[in-house]
């Protein structure tokens, strides 16, 4: 028993908590994808610029609050700073479509001109950020670090293993929770978010029903600028700020929204958290929990793990491939346009 | 003004724009542009096959150019007996074990009947193929990676060099040969890989082809950053060969002929040493991207070329033709992606060092779609035209970006922290520049500066 609960405080330490809180991250960021994809018919290769667009806004207004020695005590002031980033994406996103992606939407252009439109809005994007706050890595992490300090919890159980448990982790989370319920309320039980249903699943008739498509383009982004400015903020306190790394989300974060069925809400929450827990699970070295689990004779020698944890993006490419080629439409139903 | 006379005249201007760069900066630097922009004038002729002709999107290109650059270190580097000694033959049979599981696993899906027994077999096929093949690969590259591995620790070159060197050349010699070996080479290996992507992920629909071709770009870099074995990893290898006839700055200094050349038109012989080398890069380019141009010409003005824009235009009414467009998706794909890699040799061999931490998405693949989109998709000449611009502009937009900003900051007072980061911030404007090109191009002139006929 003893050794059984040892185990398991490896496994949580090291694969349970930082693939749901990655997944979390995970989540949102396919959120956004997969809004883009249902309204505006494309993939969205800004999305991680975007991100780390939203992020940097608060950043800087984190750095501001805290420079007037603003802060919310034991929790980091980042948050205070996080509608302000919002605010700031929602208006910058909106910006770049009314001067560039509209005049595509008018012409009804093929969605792959608009994936390489978005790849211009990329370039400006990075550039922008780069600019503005540099290349370096930026921690913004205030407040209260642990929840459950390891050594008090080896003291307070008797065990060998220390549960770690970091705020951040608690934070990311709960606030992932809280916007995917905020969100889920509005596209189920508000007008607005049930004429953006209306519109993903049927254009012509969308608009044959009277909702205003620019309406409904206008609200999408404004949710795209929340999914964003709350994903990447959240894997910032998780881990840290880095303009390159944000850009590499890309690929799980497109994993993700396919593996759940493009344009599927639902679909991209399950996507992000199947492949943060694959990666994790795959790239983790089982070798300390096995040596609590099995019984002596079994114990390995090697480090029982899969692949190098560099590979992580193969394994979020390879669920891809996987579930491309046995369900093109996802897991969860998405649509094929 | 014709059509003709219009193109003519761009080739010109972007000529007069090195010209320009040549007198006002230095012919060093609008040389080592010039280099540069032919090898990605033949990247961008491989990307145009790819989405010019027939409407694929690839977004793996670094991929296939790193790719294309390990053909330098196993083609031109020397052969180390030692590696293959300790063990380094068990690594092709490990990959071969691999490789052979993989195979069978998708023999048996596609032969065995439908239902549980299937997938049972299948997955104890790869489990039993992933462990075989871990426990013949992990010791021999452990062995592999011991030896010397502060200079050495992979398994060098494959023995073209040895070859040549045992008919007779002098080691030197026989590298600086090999190199017109690694372009080729280059070519094959991005095909290969391109082939194995394509058996994959090529009846996807566009969007999920990109992503796809984008997470497989990531993963060739991740095995070239991680498997030391093959190429040392980020430990980077220094000091690749020169294509023969090229020769060294040191060796051009020390050469009396030279000299005396030098003296008696009155140049400084160690500018001058450097023109020359990279005037003989220019040499060898211009005649591989001739090559490769009069191909892609011919090939776009044949029969294949017009059935590839009809399958590009419309898909179903080919397939209706008779035209098989899955295969000639796959040939037209693997058929570029070698282009690629052809170019990715090229750029290895002018940096004469293969360092894979270099690949970034945003240089090694997304300015190439720039440099196509704006000199003009399905147009060979524009795709060309497009490279060198575009990486004249790439290289150009630094120094004008940081004398703009100097400008712009000039009123300023110097204790201002705001103007010290916008001046070492302006090396970001590139980014921003390229982004708004893009755009205005495809706002403005969405065929590009020379469209398709």
């Known amino acids: 028993m003893h050794d059984f609960l040892n185990g398991l405080v490896v496994l949580l330490n090291y694969v349970i908590i930082p693939a749901t809180t990655y997944g979390s991250q995970l989540a949102l960021g396919a959120l956004g994808v997969t809004l883009v994809y249902g309204i505006l018919r494309f993939s969205n290769f800004a999305h991680g610029d975007t991100m780390a667009f939203g992020t940097m806004v608060t950043i800087l207004f984190t750095w501001l609050f805290q420079s007037w020695g603003i802060s919310l005590g034991p929790l ?25 992606y509209r005049f595509y939407r008018k012409q009804k252009a093929a969605p792959v001109i608009l994936v390489i439109v978005s790849m211009g809005v990329m370039f400006i994007m990075n550039g922008l950020v780069r600019f503005i706050i540099g290349t370096g890595e930026q921690n913004f992490d205030d407040g209260t670090r642990v929840i459950i300090n390891p050594f008090a919890f080896k003291d ?44 993903s699943d049927n254009e012509d008739l969308a608009l044959l029903s009277g909702i205003n498509p620019e309406r409904v383009v206008t609200i999408t982004w404004i949710l795209v600028a929340i999914l964003t400015t709350v994903a990447g903020v959240l894997y910032g306190l998780d881990k840290s700020f880095k303009p390159f790394t944000y850009f590499q989300l890309l690929l799980p974060i497109f994993a993700s929204a396919v593996v759940g069925g ?25 070798k300390l929990v096995l040596k609590y689990w099995l019984p002596a004779g079994l114990q390995p020698s090697g480090l029982v793990q899969l692949m190098g944890t560099d590979y992580k993006y193969a394994v979020s490419f390879a669920i891809l491939i996987i579930v491309l080629l046995f369900k093109p439409t996802g897991l969860f139903k998405g649509k094929s346009v | 003004m014709n059509s003709t ?6 080739f010109v201007g972007v000529t007069i724009l090195f010209g320009i760069a040549g007198f006002l900066q230095s012919w060093n630097v609008a040389l080592d542009m010039l280099v540069v922009g032919l090898i990605s004038a033949v990247t961008a002729l491989g990307v145009n096959m790819q989405w010019g002709y027939a409407g694929l999107f690839n977004v793996g290109v670094m991929g296939f150019s790193a790719l294309g650059g390990l053909a330098m270190v196993l083609v031109a580097t020397p052969l180390r007996p030692a590696a293959w000694a300790a063990g380094g033959w068990l690594i092709p049979i490990g990959l071969a074990i691999g490789a052979a599981a993989i195979a ?72 600086e ?9 280059g070519g094959a290996i991005a095909a290969g890989a391109a082939w194995l992507v394509a058996k994959t992920a090529l009846g996807l629909r566009s969007d999920y082809l990109a992503i796809a071709t984008l997470g497989i770009a990531e993963i060739i870099i991740t095995v070239l950053k991680n498997e030391d074995w093959l190429d040392r990893g980020v430990k980077n290898v220094i000091g690749l060969p020169r294509p023969w006839p090229v020769p060294l700055e040191v060796n051009l200094q020390q050469s009396h002929a030279f000299l005396a050349l030098c003296q008696s038109w009155g140049l400084n012989p160690v500018t001058f040493s450097s023109i020359t080398v990279k005037l003989g890069y220019v040499a060898i380019f211009l005649v591989i991207l001739a090559l490769v141009l009069t191909l892609a010409e011919l090939a776009l003005k044949s029969p294949w070329g017009r059935m590839m824009r009809a399958i590009r235009d419309n898909e179903d009414a080919s397939e209706a033709m008779g035209k098989d467009v899955k295969r ?12 690629i890699g052809v170019a990715g040799a090229m750029m290895t061999t002018y940096s004469g060092q293969f360092v894979p931490t270099t690949y970034q998405p945003l240089r090694w693949t997304f300015l190439i779609w720039v440099m196509v989109i704006v000199g ?39 204790a201002w922290p705001l103007k010290a980061h916008l001046l070492n911030s302006t090396q970001h404007m590139r980014l921003m520049t390229m982004g708004l090109i893009l755009l205005l191009v495809l706002r403005f002139s969405p065929r590009g500066l020379i469209p398709e006929k």
């Not at chain 2, 039993?128 to 010397?148: H, Q, T």
């Not at chain 2, 023995?159 to 080691?171: D, I, K, N, P, R």
Request: hydrophobic share 55%.
């Open chain 2, 104 to 175: 069978l696993a998708i023999a048996i899906w596609n032969r065995m009947p439908k239902g549980r027994t299937r997938g049972v077999v299948v997955v104890a096929v790869l489990i039993a193929g992933f462990v075989l093949y871990r426990a013949v690969f992990d010791p021999a590259v452990s062995a592999v990676e011991a030896i010397n591995p502060s200079s050495g620790g992979n398994i060098g070159g494959l023995g073209l060099a040895w070859v040549l060197q045992h008919l007779g050349l002098s080691q030197e010699t026989a590298l």
């Open chain 2, 177 to 185: 040969l090999s190199v017109w070996a690694a372009w080729p080479v």
């Open chain 1, 156 to 199: 307070a159980t008797g065990l060998d293993q220390g549960l770690a448990l970091r705020t951040t982790q608690v934070i990311t989370v709960v606030t992932a929770v809280v916007v995917v319920a905020a969100l889920f309320w509005f596209l189920n039980r508000t007008r607005s978010g049930k004429s953006m249903r209306a519109f």
């Open chain 2, 5 to 10: 006379m219009k193109n003519v005249s761009l």
């Open chain 2, 376 to 414: 003009g998709s399905g147009n060979n000449w524009g795709a060309v035209l497009g490279g060198l611009l575009i990486w004249f502009l790439w290289v150009e937009v630094e120094p004008l970006g940081d004398m703009l900003m100097h400008l712009i900051t000039d009123p300023m007072p110097s």
């Open chain 1, 76 to 100: 980091p002031t980042a948050l205070l700073a996080m509608p302000i980033g919002i605010v700031v994406t929602a208006l910058f996103l909106l910006g770049t479509d009314r001067l560039v």
């Open chain 2, 328 to 339: 000639r998706h796959l040939q037209v794909f693997v058929l570029g992606a070698a282009v």
């Open chain 1, 262 to 286: 493009l344009g599927n809400p639902l679909g991209a929450i399950g996507g992000g958290f199947l492949v943060a827990y694959s990666e994790v699970a795959v790239t983790y070295a089982f």
